[in-house]
């Protein structure tokens, strides 16, 4: 799977070696995604950064070495919500991993200490309060076994900007909202301070952040394949059939269509 550049900017590109060692890398997620699903095991892998982060890129590389059948990707918008209308992380229950699966999720609870803090869209009390409600959360979910892989995508500024300036002109591209909500340094420089913050509170022994640096496409992608495809090898080795062998992997599904 060739990287298009339409994913990563115009300016970004990668070259046959770099494709060739996330190859190797998505065999390996997959190999011990046919662990996982014989294990009944549960995973999740958590995506953050702001807009021009290479998530997405990293997202079809995923979901080019993932079994389909077993995993969804979960698109996660700030919560506009008043606290009357229940529990903020309420909605999250509602889509966890069930037995053999995997959920990617693209942006997730951490929007609360991070976007939401950000824009205003949650009191002080609410987001302070916040860090502790989401790692027993994640406790909850090691206590009931599911692997928990969380990245942050760090690019600086400039490269940023650059990334949404050619993505504005990639009729293939999917600009979002909160491209335009910290297109200002200001709000770039509250959004770091929420980050410090929240790598300090949040990055815990059952759960740890992995931090990619970005600005780099290969060595970026190549780095979030590794922590994920470490993180699934350690939690799901493979394992001997009763006849001595590993299973099959499931079949390769064709190359994903290019957006329309």
């Not at 046959?16 to 996982?36: H, K, M, N, Y």
């Not at 059948?69 to 979960?74: G, H, S, V």
Request: aromatic fraction near 8%; glycine fraction near 6%; charge should be neutral.
């Amino acid at each position: 799977m060739s990287i298009d550049p339409g994913e990563i900017g115009q300016g970004d590109r990668t070259s046959p070696e770099t494709d060739a060692a996330l190859a190797a890398l998505r065999e390996r997620i997959g190999v011990a995604q046919v662990s996982q699903v014989s294990r009944g095991g549960r995973a999740i892998i958590v995506l953050e950064g702001l807009e021009g982060s290479l998530k997405t890129a990293v997202i079809r590389q995923l979901a080019a070495a993932l079994d389909p059948r077993f995993f969804k990707t979960l698109t996660v918008t700030p919560d506009r919500r008043r606290s009357s209308e229940g529990h903020w992380l309420a909605r999250f229950w509602t889509d966890l991993p069930s037995k053999g699966c995997t959920a990617l999720y693209f942006n997730s609870w951490y929007r609360r200490v991070l976007e939401e803090r950000v824009l205003g869209l949650a009191e002080p009390g609410e987001w302070i309060r916040a860090y502790d409600e989401i790692n027993e959360f994640e406790a909850q979910q090691r206590d009931y076994g599911t692997l928990i892989v969380k990245l942050f995508f760090h690019v600086t500024e400039g490269v940023r900007v650059r990334r949404l300036a050619e993505r504005a002109q990639d009729d293939r591209a999917i600009v979002t909202d909160s491209a335009a909500e910290f297109k200002t340094s200001a709000l770039r420089a509250a959004y770091d301070d929420a980050l410090t913050q929240m790598l300090a509170q949040n990055n815990l022994r059952w759960s740890p952040w992995t931090v990619v640096d970005a600005d780099q496409p290969a060595p970026a992608m190549i780095s979030a394949l590794t922590a994920v495809a470490d993180a699934m090898g350690k939690a799901f080795p493979k394992e001997l059939t009763t006849a001595g062998s590993v299973p099959d992997r499931p079949a390769r599904r064709p190359a994903r269509m290019k957006p329309a």
